[in-house]
């Protein structure tokens, strides 16, 4: 039997828990940069990670082949494998992208609603033993919902956010917050930034302090304190900054004070876009946000739109 686990901590704490078969750590980040998947899969996303979080080229890139090496080594034993992810969108990314890594495999899953990493031994048994294999329904789902997430085109992600699918738990309320991170129709802020800058209006937070404060318990983006802070820093390093960010160098975990400038009250005004001050350039899955290249999430109608520049 063979376990992939989202992340080291929770790896850790199965083995512990003496839980029979092998532990493996899956490491990747694939709610960071680009997503698409072609024959350059490994480089791209290698230095899409190196860039992000500002770590080596190499060690990246041989740790992503070794870890797919893993997976077709994984696939091939014929024996069950085990999948442990929890409800929100950080692992949802993961868990859909195993399931497409591993169809054909015989997988079961353990899909929690809270963290894995707050249970006792005697909790992580009990879910061992109440996991649930993957239906041919569910394997369904996460091919065609990885297709849209992958797509250069977002559209697709609509038609998921447009009701609950019981074979597969909190799928609707992880893609409306992957949704939610493209620029909204009401100010040209996701989620995230909007979130932060409503925060830094009473004043200035170190990031200690305000990163549970984005995303508060139960977590359900599920970002680390890592991937806020990059997603923090690009509108801090843009043309027209709507926070200040003074940094502690090397400080782990990261150390920062944050305060939102005059463009960011405006911004969380309503007063100015933030998309007319600053061009957007960023990856959401496979699709590449430009001036010429845009779409937005209408929080209203909860779906994706195309903004004029999009859909000419």
Partial sequence: ????????????????????????????????????????????????????????????????????????????????????????????????????RLRGARLSLVWCPEPLAHNEPRELHLLFDSRAAVTPMMSKLAADVWRAYTSADPLALNAFLERDMPDFPFLRDGLTLHASRFPSTANG???????ALTLLTTGAIDFATLFPQIDPAPPRFGFGDGEVLRQLRAIAWCAVPLVTIVESADAQPPKALLTITPAGENVVRGAVDALAVNDPDVWFGGTHLTKENLWRWDANARRIVASPSAAS
């Avoid at 802020?189 to 979130?195: A, D, Y």
């Fill in 1 to 100: 039997m063979i376990h992939f686990h989202n992340g080291d901590i929770v790896m850790a704490l199965a083995k512990r828990s003496g839980i029979d078969g092998e532990h493996i750590s899956f490491r990747e980040s694939l709610v960071t940069g680009r997503v698409v998947p072609d024959d350059a899969w490994i480089e791209t996303r290698a230095r899409t990670l190196a860039e992000a979080h500002e770590i080596d080229l190499l060690r990246v890139r041989t740790e992503l082949l070794e870890q797919e090496q893993v997976l077709d080594a994984a696939a091939g034993k014929g024996e069950e494998i085990v999948l442990w992810f929890e409800h929100d969108l950080f692992c949802l990314v993961h868990l859909v992208y195993l399931l497409n």
């Fill in 189 to 195: 802020l996701g989620e995230i930034e909007r979130r």
